[in-house]
């Protein structure tokens, strides 16, 4: 006879809710039935805006070669990789440009070399030292382990060294390892702006995964990342409830706790029954006013506060006389990082493609209109407008709360809430991205499978570099 039937239910529909229904159903098979709550529209931050009937990405816009999950996710889903259409880019420091990049690049890292010595090479080493070991995860979770905590997910990729990397700055630990204070304020700070929209005294770890982004190479999805998620739910057959989830309330029955999901939609107001839940909004008081009733002890409330930002999808005509040159014919770049200048107003700006690159394609001439992402923390004034573009047809704003204020003192949030309630967006605060994202939802899944059948070998375990290579 047929297993019994598990209902499970997803609280969001961005990346993270659709790659955990995703990987639950690859772990559970056909007994998991899922529903996926989403008020706002599935992909979350994935989002596109539209300009003269193209679409263009207005968030989560690159993915690192390295990220495995959402190679494989784009391989499942039968999706493309998008053209790559080369830019260079420069670092502004709102007087001038500290670093430009060249066509050729040999020329590049002799400019990085002549101005920042070793410091270049250090950074790189450093990076992929952390990356090496980050790496290891996609070997356990192959192996089916999982971990109960960001903690023991953290020291089973790196020890004491990785824990260390979430309570001191990305700016201490590389001049630790003798990157200059020079090459620090003006290439670190400006990628750490562009990514995350803070300083350099964000933590080494959160900091060492958005410099891993800026080197080497990285990709898009063609037609819009956002892709990802509404295939993962197709192929899941989820049942999408386009419904906003107001609190969880516990119940037993026969000893198993049983969990109520208390909805509103467009019909009102309503709940449903479930064994496992997981939660991929990020539970947080300026976030959602989520309640959870009849649990003992109480969930706690969730410490940290987020970082607004806000991206302007500009279509206008640069104006290149701001950044020194005159004529914007001779304009070379595609994107402008910036260092921490009091007096700049914006984080970072590329002339963006659309979703959609046709082999005809080519990035508009510095010259002509164009459209243009700027990213900054407060939403953009006239006068600010004025500065940046000579003119404009249509400016497209969109306000966030992306990113946790990564303040290094605080503790990192849980994974497990209760017996089967989960919590994945907690690993923003280890470092945000979408392989970050899809690691965490692999890892629910994994230890929500492990925990409902007592396979309790499969978690938290130590020393599982040994344990892997004796399996294998």
Known sequence: RPPPSLPAAVVGAGLGGSAVAYFLQQHFGPQVQLDVYEPAGVGGRLATVTVNKQQYESRGASIHALSLHM????????????????????????????????????????RLWWHYGISFLRLQMWVEEVMEKFMR??????????????????????????????QRSVAESLLEV??????????????????????????????????????????????????????LLKLTKANVIPARVLGVSLHSSEGRALYQVHYEGSEGQGSAFYDMVVVTTPLHPSRSNFTFENFDPPIADFPGAFQPSVTSVVHGYLNSSYFGFPDPKLFPFASILTTDTPDLFFHAMD???????????????????????????????????????????????????????????????????????????????????MEMIAVAAKNVALLAYNRWHQDLEKIDQKDLMHKVKTEL
């Open 71 to 110: 190679q494989d996710f784009v391989k499942v889903l039968g999706l493309k990789h998008r053209r790559e259409v080369a830019g260079k880019s420069a670092i502004f420091s709102g007087e001038h440009f500290v670093l430009e990049e060249t066509d050729w690049y040999l020329l590049n890292l002799f």
């Open 137 to 166: 995860i996609y070997k356990y979770q192959a192996h089916g382990y999982a971990f109960s905590s960001l903690e023991e997910l953290l020291r089973s990729l790196g020890g004491d060294a990785f824990i260390n990397m979430t």
């Open 178 to 231: 003798g990157v200059t204070q020079r090459f620090v304020d003006d290439v670190i700070a400006a990628v750490l702006r562009s990514s995350y929209g803070q300083s350099v005294l964000v933590p080494a770890f959160a900091g060492a995964m958005s410099l891993a982004g800026a080197q080497g190479s990285t990709w898009a999805v063609e037609g819009g990342n956002k892709l990802v998620c509404s295939g």
């Open 351 to 433: 002339n963006i493609c659309p979703v959609n690159i046709s082999t005809a394609f080519r990035r508009k001439q510095p010259q002509e209109a164009a459209v243009w992402r700027v990213l900054s923390q407060q939403p953009l004034d006239k006068q600010q407008l004025k500065t940046l573009f000579r003119s404009y047809y249509s400016v497209q704003v969109t306000e966030w709360q992306t990113y946790p204020r990564y303040d290094a003192a605080k503790s990192l949030p849980p994974i497990v809430l209760h017996e089967n309630l989960f919590y994945l967006s907690g690993v923003e605060w280890l470092a945000s991205s």
